[in-house]
């Protein structure tokens, strides 16, 4: 499954196709022809917009109109991660990276070429009868065969690919850990807005009850000790709505910054309620962990560094083999002035090679079976830990719908007609206010408990997907 396809599944709703963009493989790349179009696209709107700007510039009698806020839904919140998380794309640098060091290892070595002069006179010159040198030109070439006669350079490219396929399941993994976080920034935004409104209308309704019991006070028909007590109680409410709004607004600055924007958008919001989280059907946690060890790329990674490990392994073994460099040279001696003899041309050949008689890259062969045995640990540990936070997801969502299941719409609706009719029995003169009171903060804990409830089911939900790496639960 390709990155953005595993990342909307566990998005909450159904995704809408985006036919400029698309991901190859794991890696999440965006292949060349969606670069061409995206490119061509933008080039088209931007010749678009400025020729439609030469063509009508706005005058003070008729000014072009700001364009509305959009909300952003579940899906384009996971879209803009996928495009503008500063670290996802930090993160994908890592395969071009390993992309790198692939090309690297399927490099042939260069041919060594050495050209010298040799034997010139030095303090005086060569003659024949003050003979020496003769002066010499030589050139020779050499080439290392030892990576083909011995296998190192297959070793090393075999090594340096699994590199790049566990480069791309840990950056799937990323992707898969990001998109999660800006589900959970989603829901926190959403519990953080339903909040501010039930904050605003506790404010809203004790503001009326201030102002009957005012107007009573003033009548004669209330004491004023009443009136004090529903004015600290509406300076809390005014005061929790501030918090409120504070923690809004620190969810909005986090749900931003997984997005990449470092603008100043005052009108950002996003799309849904809270109150819309359904109670999903729960499977089974053995069901669960045996697609989370399949899928997880986590999981896929600890398997390919294993496979990397052990290719690893055979690279040292095969550094134990000496290099090996035959050379070819060729020489030629100007005797003629030197010794009075004809110049001569020479060539000459061999083969140079270590003796491994001391270092056999002991050493590192031991530290790469080490490094193979920690890697099959390590993905042992990563099964377990896996188990672990399997259950934990399970039990987590059944707590959450549990929870959510004993607050229905009903009681809300109950809760707010008894506080309706307490409020005009007590305008009327018909009920104390410790009543009223009573019944508003009935209504407003009720009304917490639901809103908190839904969000932490969405966030259960959420974090199972992302354990399973699938959109099992709606």
Do not use: C
Not at 284 to 303: K, T
Request: glycine share 6%; hydrophobic share 45%; proline share 6%.
């Amino acid at each position: 499954m390709s990155p953005a396809g595993m990342t909307l599944a566990f998005g909450g709703t159904t995704p809408r196709p985006t036919p400029d963009v698309r991901f190859e493989g794991q890696t999440g790349r965006l292949s060349d022809t969606s670069e061409s179009q995206v490119a061509a696209t933008t080039h088209q709107k931007t010749a678009t917009v400025s020729d439609a700007t030469r063509a009508a510039k706005p005058t003070s009698d008729h000014l072009p109109t700001p364009a509305a806020v959009v909300p952003l839904t579940l899906d384009q919140i996971i879209q803009t991660t996928l495009w503008a998380d500063p670290r996802l794309r930090a993160g994908f640098e890592s395969i071009p990276q390993a992309q790198a060091d692939a090309l690297t290892a399927a490099l042939w070595p260069n041919p060594q070429l050495n050209i010298s002069q040799t034997l010139m006179p030095l303090t005086r010159p060569f003659t024949v009868t003050e003979q020496g040198g003769p002066p010499q030109f030589d050139v020779g070439i050499r080439y290392p065969i030892d990576w083909f006669l011995f296998g190192k350079r297959a070793a090393a490219l075999q090594s340096a690919t699994w590199g790049v396929r566990v480069a791309e399941a840990e950056f799937a993994d990323l992707v898969r850990q990001r998109v999660l976080d800006a589900i959970l920034r989603y829901y926190d935004l959403l519990e953080a807005k339903a909040l501010v409104e039930l904050a605003q209308q506790d404010v809203d309704n004790l503001r009326r009850i201030e102002a009957i019991t005012a107007k009573a006070v003033e009548g004669g028909g209330r004491p004023r000790v009443e009136l004090q007590r529903i004015q600290l109680d509406r300076l809390r409410a005014e005061q929790a709505l501030r918090d409120a709004e504070k923690n809004r607004i620190v969810a909005v600055a986090q749900l931003r910054a997984l997005l990449g924007r470092t603008d100043a958008d005052p009108a950002f919001d996003v799309a849904g309620s809270i109150l819309d989280v359904a109670i999903p059907a729960i499977p089974s946690a053995e069901e669960a962990f045996a697609v989370a060890a399949e899928e997880r790329p986590d999981l896929q990674a600890l398997r390919l560094r294993v496979q990397e490990a052990e290719a690893n392994r055979l690279v040292e073994q095969r550094k134990a083999w000496p290099a090996v460099t035959p050379f070819l040279g060729y020489t030629r001696q100007f005797q003629r002035k030197a010794i009075g003899m004809p110049d001569a041309s020479s060539f000459g050949f061999g083969m140079e090679a270590d003796v491994p008689l001391f270092d056999r890259n002991q050493g590192n062969r031991i530290k790469s079976a080490s490094v193979a045995a920690q890697s099959r640990q390590l993905l042992q540990a990563g099964l377990v830990e896996l188990r672990a936070e399997i259950e934990q997801a399970v039990q987590e969502v059944r707590t959450a719908a549990a929870n959510a299941q004993t607050i229905a719409a009903e009681q809300l609706k109950l809760a707010a007609e008894v506080r309706d009719s307490i409020a005009k029995a007590y305008e009327a003169g018909g009920r104390p206010l410790i009543d009223v009171l009573d019944a508003q903060r009935n209504f407003r804990e009720t009304y917490r408990l639901y809103i908190t409830s839904r969000a932490t089911l969405g966030r259960a939900i959420a974090r199972f997907n992302a354990a399973v790496n699938r959109r099992w639960l709606p």
